[in-house]
């Protein structure tokens, strides 16, 4: 083979190997832009959880939560939302999926208390479900009214999870120290939601644009019954007429003259989730009965005959077992 054939060969050679190089630092180079910007990103969602939960009470479980969710968002209203579910999350495996509220005690007191933190475990969830609901229906225009209930329901669900550790007072065993460990998370997740809302508010505070200027807070309007404001113009129509002049939809009556002889039985026939008020006239008498007012029993009046007519009473005590939640005469 002549020197110029092998010029030529070694020349190729030299040229593919250039460019095998070439596109190999082509491609080194891209991959670290890639992971230059990949780590940018991570770094700004780590910076926006920081941010977030920095005025929470428990920050640590506030950053351990939200980034266990594997979020790429920046947005610190997308990081409120997920808190929010993932205290749901938490209130429903311990409501549904814990094996300490299955348990049956021979200790009345301990069975009581653990009935009694499904129940509120389940009302919990339910304040945080329709704060979740609320943030995404969110009116700018009345803002305010809209941050004051979310804080009054945050503020609902963390003493219903505290008035379950509460029930395991002179329990037996070790059951409310086993409560108050299942709770732990969910409590301090609750906390937080609280503190963000609080944020939120203080933040909208600040702002005064034509959105939010005209924000109201929840609050009693100018009239002699004090009425709250949900209560629309037909509700307080009928609400200032004097009781004797209100037409009720039923009537309880112990001497037969009503649609009912009990409040209970009356109770179980009453429309859920109504648009409107649904009178309910309890005529002078005692009754001794247990009322519990499912929550689904929207715009719901009772009308008696006066305090020292109508009234309703119950013998349930904490004494003979009964925790402070189930002891009252008349609750929600």
């Not at 008035?163 to 906390?191: H, P, Q, V, W, Y």
């Not at 959105?211 to 307080?236: A, C, I, Y």
């Amino acid at each position: 083979m002549g020197s110029t054939a092998k010029v030529a060969i070694l020349s190729v050679t030299f040229i593919a190997l250039l460019a095998a190089v070439v596109a190999l630092i082509v491609m080194m180079h891209r991959h670290s832009e890639e992971k230059a910007e990949h780590t940018k990103q991570d770094d700004d969602v780590k910076a926006s959880i920081r941010a977030v939960c920095e005025h929470t009470d428990y920050k640590e479980t506030c950053v351990e939560s939200l980034s266990k969710t594997g979020t790429h968002s920046t947005d610190p209203y997308d990081h409120v939302k997920a808190t929010f579910e993932i205290t749901i999350k938490q209130l429903e495996d311990a409501a549904n999926n814990s094996t300490l509220m299955k348990e049956v005690h021979a200790d009345p007191r301990t069975n009581d208390a653990l009935k009694c933190c499904k129940e509120l475990a389940d009302l919990a969830v339910m304040d945080l479900r329709r704060s979740v609901d609320k943030m995404l229906g969110f009116d700018l225009s009345d803002v305010g009214r809209s941050l004051v209930q979310l804080k009054i329901w945050m503020s609902g669900a963390i003493t219903y999870e505290q008035t379950c550790l509460d029930g395991f007072e002179k329990a037996e065993g070790d059951s409310g120290e086993r409560m108050r460990k299942l709770l732990n998370i969910s409590m301090e997740l609750t906390s937080n939601c609280l503190a963000m809302i609080t944020d939120l508010s203080q933040a909208f505070e600040i702002i005064d644009t034509p959105q939010t200027s005209n924000r109201r807070l929840l609050h009693l309007s100018n009239n002699d019954l004090n009425l709250p404001e949900w209560v629309d113009d037909t509700d307080r129509s009928m609400l200032q007429k004097a009781p004797k002049k209100i037409n009720p939809n039923l009537t309880v009556a112990q001497d037969g003259s009503g649609d009912f002889l009990s409040i209970v039985e009356a109770l179980k026939v009453i429309p859920t989730k109504s648009k409107k008020g649904f009178v309910l006239y309890i005529k002078q008498g005692i009754y001794n009965e247990i009322i519990r007012f499912p929550k689904n029993l929207t715009h719901l009046v009772l009308i008696g005959d006066g305090p020292e007519k109508t009234k309703i009473t119950g013998n349930l005590n904490y004494i003979d077992g009964v925790s402070t939640f189930h002891t009252a005469t008349v609750g929600n």
